[in-house]
């Protein structure tokens, strides 16, 4: 089946520090890279839908400054926190949908952030 | 928008069955999925509806009526591996003619499967 790795699973980083997170696919080809965030016991909210080539679609009350992401391939996303502060502390998620799937989203494993 | 609601929390036993409940409500359907996320980790696939009925997948089945805007997870012979958090996630329609649009998950079930 489809796999999508995530790099680093846990990082903890001091307040006004930047972290970049990725997010590859790793046997199959992705034109569409999500990215959530989820905190203890609540749901997936999606920050942003990243496509190859392009900019990424944010949702509202998501800070692109802040949360700056790159697509700049069909197997790598990236996501940057820029200038991370405590409550930025949560679990990332990214998820890749096949390029000619008609459903499907692969997640990946998740990265912890703590910012200290 | 959207609006999807399932309960916080159910408990069950070894070998029960459970029903796992999920209502929505949305601008634009575009096909229904089911989640399993164990604690710290992400989610893994369970099922898909876009038509109404009932999908069998080994132990798990997922049933969606459209008209309702409802749809469950039925969990036979539950074991104890089965404790996790379920996802409720509905599709919608894209934009700009696409079908392929982003999905909205509801806040998850907890089920704690009990010796």
């Known amino acids: 089946g489809a796999v999508v790795s995530q790099h680093p699973s846990r990082v903890i980083c001091k307040s006004g520090t930047s972290v970049k997170i990725e997010c590859r696919s790793l046997?199959?080809?992705?034109?569409?890279m999500f990215w959530y965030r989820q905190f203890p016991k609540k749901s997936l909210m999606l920050m942003a839908t990243?496509?190859?080539?392009?900019?990424?679609?944010?949702e509202q009350g998501v800070e692109k400054d802040k949360f700056l992401i790159n697509h700049a391939s069909l197997t790598l996303s990236t996501l940057t926190v820029t200038s991370a502060h405590p409550e930025d502390s949560s679990f990332y998620i990214c998820?890749?949908?096949?390029?000619?799937?008609?459903?499907?989203?692969?997640f990946g494993p998740g990265t912890r952030l703590t910012v200290t | 928008g959207q609006n999807i609601d399932q309960p916080t929390e159910m408990t069950a036993t070894e070998g029960a069955i459970v029903q796992i409940n999920c209502t929505y409500q949305t601008s634009g359907f575009n096909g229904l999925f089911w989640y399993q996320q164990h604690a710290g980790e992400a989610p893994t696939f369970l099922s898909y509806?876009?038509?109404?009925g009932l999908e069998e997948k080994g132990r798990f089945s997922s049933f969606l009526s459209r008209s309702k805007g409802y749809s469950y997870l039925l969990l036979k012979e539950l074991q104890m591996k089965d404790s996790a958090s379920y996802l409720c996630?509905?599709?919608?329609?894209?934009?700009?003619?696409?079908?392929?649009?982003?999905?909205?998950f509801g806040r998850g079930t907890q089920l704690t499967v009990w010796p």
């Open positions: 046997d199959f080809q992705a034109t569409t």
């Open positions: 509806n876009v038509l109404d």
């Open positions: 990243s496509n190859e080539g392009s900019k990424a679609t944010y």
């Open positions: 996630a509905v599709r919608a329609k894209g934009s700009r003619g696409s079908t392929l649009g982003r999905l909205y």
């Open positions: 998820s890749a949908r096949l390029a000619d799937s008609s459903y499907e989203q692969y």
